[in-house]
């Protein structure tokens, strides 16, 4: 079994195999992961990229190269594209292959740009639009931080309309998550160097600092005073830096629920999507089976109206084909065609 490991992006690093020596008993039994004494692994896949995912350097065992390299999606070997569900990406240039079927929410921009030139933090996992990971990710790292929930609740409800892509603004909460932890970890670390910034200072109490300000005036404070400030500064922040990384780890962990949006005709709570929810707060996925990659696609293709939209690399579940309507978008309840992976 060959494991993989992903930065905050999604991005294919590292790919390896285990391998445990069980002709070298330990009077144990043998353990498959790596902490077994007499284990070992053997790299298959090693990857760095530039920030648009080209890549800067890798090495590439025997077995051959991964196939799903930025952010989870398919990468052709012949052409060296990114399959992103509605469009090619070519992360040579930094550009898709052809307009963005949301052109219309971002005029100001490129229809063929990524991201917003924003590589480093957001992603694009379908090709229409990212306005969704935006609003996930900027509501996720609210959360963290322990903002009020009536103003983060705000912010849904002033973002809601623009919104149309629920995995996307389930990847951006994830993405928010990721950059909670990173955020919150800086800001435990500043906190803790003002905090003993401030306690340095208040060794010299009995010392003044000089401070200049409009039309040449001077004021001399107590350092003791500056200390104390740095010290509530320090420990303020510390405290918000571990709240978010305490809310991200959590969220990462146990996952996030689905807040219901609305109801059905018939009453039943649904998502800001139009999904149904099931008694967990997820919403309810029906899901088909097939037997190859074609015939999900087929499938979903006569379920629907227009061409269906690919998820090779979902959150949850197997590879599958949404149906669309005629506007492109996936329709509300509709069934997740999985193929093999």
């Not at 999604?10 to 007499?38: I, K, S």
């Not at 990710?137 to 929930?149: D, I």
């Not at 999904?275 to 088909?288: A, F, I, R, Y």
Request: aromatic share 6%; glycine share 12%; charged share 20%.
């Amino acid at each position: 079994m060959t494991y993989n490991e992903h930065d905050h992006l999604g991005n294919l690093r590292v790919a390896f195999t285990p391998v445990v020596d069980c002709n070298n008993p330990t009077g144990t039994e043998p353990d498959p992961g790596l902490n077994h004494p007499n284990s070992s692994f053997t790299l298959e896949h090693v990857v760095d990229y530039f920030p648009y995912g080209k890549i800067i350097r890798q090495y590439v065992n025997a077995n051959g190269p991964e196939r799903y390299l930025t952010t989870q999606h398919e990468r052709d070997q012949e052409t060296g594209l990114d399959y992103r569900g509605a469009r090619y990406y070519d992360s040579d240039v930094a550009r898709f292959l052809s307009l963005d079927p949301k052109a219309y929410e971002y005029l100001n921009i490129s229809p063929y740009n990524y991201v917003g030139g924003n590589p480093i933090s957001l992603i694009d996992p379908d090709g229409r639009g990212w306005w969704d990971v935006i609003v996930g990710g900027a509501t996720a790292v609210a959360e963290n931080a322990g903002v009020s929930p009536l103003l983060v609740a705000s912010m849904k409800v002033l973002a809601a309309p623009t919104l149309s892509d629920a995995q996307d603004f389930q990847r951006g909460q994830i993405l928010g998550d990721h950059a909670s932890l990173a955020l919150g970890t800086m800001m435990e670390i500043d906190g803790a160097r003002n905090v003993a910034t401030g306690l340095l200072m208040d060794e010299g109490a009995g010392a003044s600092l000089v401070l200049t300000g409009g039309l040449d005036a001077e004021v001399a404070v107590p350092v003791a005073v500056v200390g104390g400030v740095a010290i509530a500064v320090g420990a303020g922040e510390a405290a918000v830096g571990r709240t978010m990384v305490l809310n991200a780890e959590s969220n990462l962990k146990n996952g996030r629920r689905v807040e219901s949006a609305g109801r059905t005709a018939s009453g039943h709570p649904t998502d800001r999507y139009g999904n149904k929810l099931g008694q967990s707060g997820e919403p309810q996925v029906n899901t088909v089976k097939h037997s190859t990659e074609k015939a999900a696609k087929d499938a979903a293709r006569n379920e629907g109206k227009t061409a269906p939209v690919k998820h090779p690399s979902p959150v949850k579940g197997d590879p599958h084909y949404h149906p669309t309507g005629t506007d492109g978008e996936k329709l509300p309840n509709s069934t997740n065609h999985e193929y093999p992976d």
